[in-house]
Every structure is written in C-alpha cells, then in structure tokens.
Nanobody
Framework: QVQLMDSGGNSVQAVESLRLSCAAS????????MGWFRQASGKDLQAVAT????????YFTDSVLGRFTISQDNANNAVYLQMNNVQPEDTAMYYC????????????????????WGRGTQVTVSS
C-alpha cells in the first residue's frame, strides 16, 4: 500500500527558508517519479518541482527556479523540497505526490500524471 507523509510546512517571513519532507512507503522508491505540488486559496493545483528517482532528472516551475531545490534520499525513501528566499506568493498547501508513469526522458509535470498523494502541509509566507 503506497503511503506518502508530507511534513515541514510552517508560517515564515519572506526571504526565509523552509524544507518540506515526504516519507514514502509501499513501493519501489528508486523507480518512481516524485513531485511537489501546491494549491493556493482559490487557485488550481500547480506542479512546483518533480524528480525521477531513477536518474535524478528534475523539473521546476519557472517561479521557483533558483530558489527551490528537490532532492531524494534513497536510503530513507524520502524526497525533500528545499525552499529558499520564500515569497508571499509561495503561500499554499503543498502536497507530495508519486507516480510510476515515468521513464528516462519523460517526467510528468501535471497532477493527472500522479496517482498517489500525501495529505498536504501548509506553507504561509508573510511579508
């Protein structure tokens, strides 16, 4: 049974840093794509960053390039989202997601490409 436990959300000030964690279980971690998505109040779900755990290929949405990084820990079946220089527009519920519909050269970046989801962790950034 696939389980994703996302955590690390908090209320912070602009330009501070935050690290979100996603603990995964129930599947072969090194063959899946993992992603972080976010949904701000009144807005659609948006892909923030994704990673193919088999080869480390990553994707970032433009608004977080240079500020956020995604990393994996195969020994602990975990994925992290390091958020630096956060801004008020980063305020959202952040969700960890997993997919086995990925391979070398293809990394899904839409939410419909992911089958498994965490419950979410809230990030609030004040100016």
């Amino acid at each position: 049974q696939v389980q994703l436990m996302d955590s690390g959300g908090n209320s912070v000030q602009a330009v501070e840093s935050l690290r979100l964690s996603c603990a995964a279980s129930g599947f072969s971690f090194g063959t899946y794509c993992m992603g972080w998505f976010r949904q701000a109040s009144g807005k659609d779900l948006q892909a923030v960053a994704t990673i193919y755990t088999a080869d480390g290929t990553t994707y970032f949405t433009d608004s977080v390039l240079g500020r956020f990084t995604i990393s994996q820990d195969n020994a602990n079946n975990a994925v992290y989202l390091q958020m630096n220089n956060v801004q008020p527009e980063d305020t959202a519920m952040y969700y960890c997601a997993a997919s086995n519909k990925c391979w070398v050269g293809y990394l899904p970046v839409d939410d419909d490409g992911y089958d498994y989801w965490g419950r979410g962790t809230q990030v609030t950034v004040s100016s």
